[in-house]
């Protein structure tokens, strides 16, 4: 079946405007994950939905950050006012539900790469 | 709190040459343990997962680890090299919000750059 997808592929913005990255997670698969992949900092993790539940936005690196998930399913993570140091490829991972067993296997879109100039 | 260290930003082996990438963690549950291969441009994707059981893993593309609990370890290895190994490798643990659970977010290592002579 169809993988995690990610749209757009690439963006460039202007330092200060804001920025929607989409990810659509496998079909079925009720945790959706956000990582940043940058130079200097490498893979963090930003923000981690579950279900119904409550969002783990421990990742965040500032309130500039945001993120939604509409009808459990698409996710989209917002950036405003955007900052050079904001430039990162954005990752989405999905995972199956708990009770599946399997719930720790994280399947990778391609990600969004961003450039704020 | 969980943390993993990769032992050398890059690796360079000649074709058909065992490949070993080191990589160390720490946890405070049981961990998950998990290698990612990122080919340039691409997402990433998974080659081995440990979770409970045999210590000793096998992936795809001719890979396996073994989980040492006594070492903190879960290196990466292959017996001989090819060209399209060429590419970034990622270790990870899973940050489990519980002992019985096995959700939770990846800490990844820095990643290792592997390069494959012909």
């Known amino acids: 079946g169809a993988g995690v997808s990610q749209s757009p592929s690439n963006k460039v913005t202007e330092k200060g405007k804001d920025v929607e990255l989409r990810c659509d997670p496998i079909s079925g698969h009720t945790a959706l994950y956000w990582y940043r992949q940058s130079l200097g900092q490498g893979l963090e993790f930003l923000i981690y939905?579950?279900?119904?539940?409550?969002?783990?936005k421990s990742g965040l690196p500032s309130d500039r950050f945001s993120a939604e998930r509409t009808g459990g399913s698409v996710s989209t993570l917002t950036i405003q006012r955007t900052q050079q140091e904001d430039s990162a490829v954005y990752l989405c991972a999905s995972s199956l539900p708990e009770w599946t067993g399997a719930a720790y296997e994280q399947y990778f879109g391609p990600g969004t790469r961003l450039t704020v100039t | 709190a969980q943390s993993v260290t990769q032992l050398g930003s890059h690796v360079s082996v000649s074709e058909g040459a065992l490949v070993l990438l080191r990589c160390n963690y720490s946890?405070?549950?049981?961990?998950?343990l998990f290698w990612y291969v990122q080919y340039p441009n691409q997402g990433l994707q998974l080659l081995l997962k440990?979770?409970?059981?045999?210590?000793l893993v096998k992936g795809i593309n001719g890979f396996e680890a073994e989980f040492k609990k006594s070492e903190t370890s879960f290196h990466l290895t292959k017996p001989s090299a090819h060209m399209s190994d060429a590419a970034e490798y990622f270790c990870a643990v899973s940050d489990r919000r519980d002992y019985g659970g096995s959700q939770g977010n990846l800490i990844f290592g820095k990643g290792t750059k592997l390069s494959v002579k012909p």
């Open positions: 946890s405070s549950v049981p961990p998950y």
């Open positions: 440990y979770t409970t059981g045999a210590t």
């Open positions: 939905f579950q279900g119904n539940s409550a969002p783990d």
